[in-house]
């Protein structure tokens, strides 16, 4: 009788057992549903937050996104206004040369050059040309030449601070668009290659207007 009574619950456990499992294969045929997702830990589900741009009844000044801790200074930054704007360090000139970091950075001028050859390949071509004469493909199918930009074989860049080449490769002039996005040390590389030509056609072009 002991024995009928166990087989009989083993039997009731096995019943109940295999419709719960039918049951969960049933829940899981791909058929969707408006419940939420199941959810263990609610408090991670449903945490206070939150979201950019809305309002906070927290800071006085009732933004949510909060603006840098004073004096926080990313890791990328460059402190040097040298090498960072081709400034003076009092803020009130451009340097006259590349900065010796910068070259150092590279491995030598020679590399430097390299490395300015290829970003002047990719950036500046266009535009400039292979030669900095300003009759790049771009001015060349250009509806308006009035866009056309100076040749780099004038007097007035032939002898314009690598500072304030930087600064122009930077922030843009006139139409030229700014190149912020290309690495700083990129941009100085540039720098150096646009000196390179117009030393490679100094005897060529003269004092070119």
Avoid at 77 to 96: K, S
Avoid at 104 to 124: F, N, P, V, W
Wanted: positive net charge.
């Amino acid at each position: 009788m002991m024995r009928s009574n166990l087989r009989s619950g083993a039997l009731r456990a096995s019943t109940i057992a295999l419709l719960a499992l039918s049951a969960l294969a049933a829940g899981c045929r791909g058929g969707t549903s408006r419940e939420e997702p199941l959810a263990i830990l609610r408090n991670m589900y449903q945490q206070p937050r939150y979201n950019p741009q809305a309002f906070s009844a927290f800071f006085a000044d009732g933004r949510t996104m909060r603006p840098p801790v004073e004096g926080t200074v990313a890791r990328e930054m460059e402190l040097n206004p040298a090498v960072a704007e081709g400034r003076t360090p009092d803020g009130t000139g451009f340097v006259d040369t590349i900065p010796t970091v910068v070259i150092q950075r590279a491995g030598d001028m020679q590399k430097l050059l390299e490395r300015g050859e290829s970003r002047y390949g990719i950036y500046c071509v266009p535009c400039h040309d292979g030669t900095g004469n300003g009759k790049g493909l771009v001015i060349q199918r250009a509806a308006n030449q009035a866009f056309q930009p100076p040749t780099f074989h004038q007097d007035r860049i032939r002898t314009m601070p690598d500072g304030q080449l930087y600064q122009v490769i930077t922030y843009g002039y006139n139409n030229m668009p700014a190149y912020v996005q290309v690495p700083g040390d990129d941009r100085w590389a540039i720098v150096a290659y646009v000196r390179a030509l117009q030393l490679s056609q100094a005897n060529t072009t003269g004092a070119a207007q």
